[in-house]
């Protein structure tokens, strides 16, 4: 039998404990033998819970219990969860982790201890919820040269996005819904910045490449200047807007963004709506693959991050793979990334328009007044904003290649 710790009793942790118990028998059987919560760590009481008897507020009984041979990491943050998660490895005991924060921050150095000490750090729930996304990459398409990754990976931003598209919502309205609904925190700053797709993306990144990437060099932008003007757009196009997190890593260079992306109905990330995640993966051999799923929730993550707990005992005695080295390998400058621009401008701008971007296709929208859309022709991001900056645009989208 193999006895497990879990740090944080919130909604992830608390998962995870539900679905060891709720398939304990199919976990055994898939681990080689039963898999046991030990301890719980949380500062709270939970008194009625059915694994009250669990719960200790020490972290020393777990660090110091050689009984204890995995420990799972669901407190989030990169303080305390930092400090506990790498003491563990140091104590030669494998973790499991949902958290993108701390992978992101110090992916490099916890996998380096993780090898040292023969023990395994696995975090398949820290990008895309359930979607089973690092184990295929790392273990299904080894005979792959992965050379892009892009995902949809926020589904608060999803929802609101979906929101908008379907019933015209202005941005506001739509992440109030989302936020009563319980898809957006109360401080949704992370998920509408984009700063919390960029860390998945940057994890993703190191991964494929096997290097280092700092999810603060990549470029980011979010949706909270996206408009129901912009829909009008895109709905009398045929056509979707999504926030996209992307890299590309071809010839030892790598290019990695996030930011909102109109999409055509041939893309396959065309039908993601709601509060789904999808990733789409381009092997140099399989060619796209798509994996789609739950991005959140309690029992998706916790589904993952107990898997990872079946892998950790499943493969105690086998060496782990080091995933990514400390080398750094910083993006290229995001303003050399070359794209078509969906643009919106006065109408009486358009003669002008026409003259600064070359065989501009111009678009009405019915709703919209006094107004034009129009796609550019390809242009670097530095090309792109040196001729916007003689026009007041009103706004601009990426247009994403269909892959």
């Not at 060099?217 to 009008?232: A, L, P, R, V």
């Not at 060619?287 to 998706?300: E, I, N, Y």
């Amino acid at each position: 039998m193999s006895k497990i710790a879990v740090m944080g009793y919130g909604t992830v942790g608390s998962g995870v404990v539900e679905v060891l118990d709720m398939n304990k028998d199919l976990i055994a059987s898939n681990a080689g033998e039963e898999v046991e919560v030990k301890y719980i760590l949380d500062l709270r009481e939970f008194p009625g819970d059915p694994f009250e008897d669990k719960i200790v507020h020490d972290v020393d009984l777990i660090m110091e219990d050689p009984e204890v041979s995995v420990v799972v990491e669901t407190m989030g943050g990169t303080g305390a969860a930092y400090t506990f998660v790498k003491r563990a490895l140091e104590n030669g005991k494998s973790v499991c982790t949902s958290n993108k924060n701390l992978i992101a921050a110090f992916g490099s150095e916890l996998l380096a201890i993780a090898r040292e000490k023969n023990v395994r750090l696995l975090f398949e729930a820290a990008v895309g919820g359930g979607i089973p996304i690092i184990r295929s990459v790392n273990e299904a398409l080894t005979a792959d040269k992965i050379d892009c990754v892009t995902g949809i990976l926020n589904g608060t931003c999803n929802y609101i996005l979906t929101k908008m598209a379907r019933e015209g919502a202005e941005f506001d309205a739509a992440l109030k819904e989302a936020q009563e609904n319980g898809f957006a925190e109360a401080d949704p700053a992370s998920d509408i910045e984009g700063h919390d797709s960029c860390r998945k993306i940057a994890i993703m990144a190191s991964l494929i490449s096997g290097k280092n990437v700092d999810f603060e060099n990549i470029y980011t932008e979010g949706i909270d200047k996206i408009t129901s003007e912009d829909f009008k757009y895109a709905d009398s196009l045929g056509m979707k807007i999504k926030l996209f997190s992307e890299c590309i890593y071809e010839d030892g260079k790598l290019k990695a963004i996030t930011a909102p992306f109109i999409i055509d109905r041939d893309h396959p990330l065309y039908g993601i709506d709601g509060v789904i995640n999808a990733v789409c993966v381009h092997g140099n051999a399989v060619g796209d693959l798509v994996f789609q799923g739950a991005g959140a929730g309690k029992l998706p993550t916790a589904s993952a991050v107990t898997a990872d707990i079946v892998d950790a005992v499943k493969n105690k005695e086998a060496s782990h793979k080091l995933l990514w080295d400390a080398t750094q390998l910083k993006p290229e400058d995001a303003k050399k990334y070359s794209y078509r621009y969906f643009i919106r401008l006065n109408e009486a701008d358009k003669e002008k328009a026409a003259d600064i971007f070359k065989d501009c296709e111009f678009v009405k929208a019915a709703g919209v007044d006094s107004e034009i859309g129009a796609f550019t022709s390809e242009i670097t991001q530095e090309e792109f904003e040196t001729a916007a900056s003689s026009l007041e645009l009103i706004s601009f989208i990426r247009l994403s290649d269909t892959k």
